[in-house]
Structures are given as C-alpha cells and as structure tokens.
C-alpha cells in the first residue's frame, strides 16, 4: 500500500513556474514508477508525465512542449513536477501516481493522491 500526497499548486500569472511534490508512505516508494496526471473542468483526466522506479527514464505528453519536468528523489520518498512557462490551458488538478512501469495509461498505475489544484491566469 502507497499513500500519496501531492502539494505544491496554487495560482500563479502565465509565464510563471511551480513546483509540484508529491510525498509518498511506505518503505517500497523506489520500486513504483511514478506520473503525473491532470484534469482540467469538464475534461477527462490526461497524462502529462512518468518517470521509472530508478529516476532514469523519464516520459512526457507531447503537448507539454518541454515546459515540464519530471523528477524524484528516493530517500525522500518524492516526486517532483517542475513547470515552467505555465499557460492557462495547463490550469487544472494535477494527480500523481504509483505504478509498475512508466506509462501513460492511467489504468497501469495502482495508487492515486487526491490531487492539487492549479491556476494560471492569463
């Protein structure tokens, strides 16, 4: 079992940067690969980033442009979504995730936080 809390959002101006964390429990945090995820209103819930149970691999939604980055740190049981250059379209509850691989289907991964919002203003 993974207990996932993410924290980090808020509302910032476009152009701006957040940092996103999210601390997990339990001791088996590096064996999980770790997303994130977000759902804007009235939209489904869509993949913006993963990263492998090591740090080595990372993976990204296109549409992201390079604007975000994925990160984590294992001996403090944490990932991290550094964005950058935020728009208005990336306003949204950002998730993350605990699963067995990188991926960008949201059914691969087991455990979920409850999310943190973010707001860009134009």
């Known amino acids: 079992q993974v207990h996932l809390v993410e924290s980090g959002g808020g509302l910032v101006q476009a152009g701006d940067s957040l940092r996103l964390s999210c601390a997990a429990s339990?001791?088996?945090?590096?064996?999980?690969?770790m997303g994130w995820f977000r759902q804007a209103p009235g939209k489904e819930r869509e993949f913006v980033a993963a990263?492998?149970?090591?740090?080595?691999?990372?993976y990204y939604a296109d549409s992201l442009e390079g604007r975000f980055t994925i990160s984590r740190d294992n001996d403090k049981n944490t990932v991290y979504l550094q964005m950058d250059s935020l728009k208005p379209d990336d306003t949204a509850v950002y998730y993350c995730?605990?699963?067995?691989?990188?991926?960008?289907?949201?059914?691969?991964?087991?455990?979920w936080g409850q999310g943190t919002q973010v707001t860009v203003s134009s």
């Open positions: 990263i492998d149970w090591s740090g080595g691999s990372t």
């Open positions: 339990g001791r088996t945090f590096s064996s999980y690969a």
């Open positions: 995730a605990a699963g067995g691989f990188r991926s960008f289907r949201a059914s691969d991964y087991y455990y």
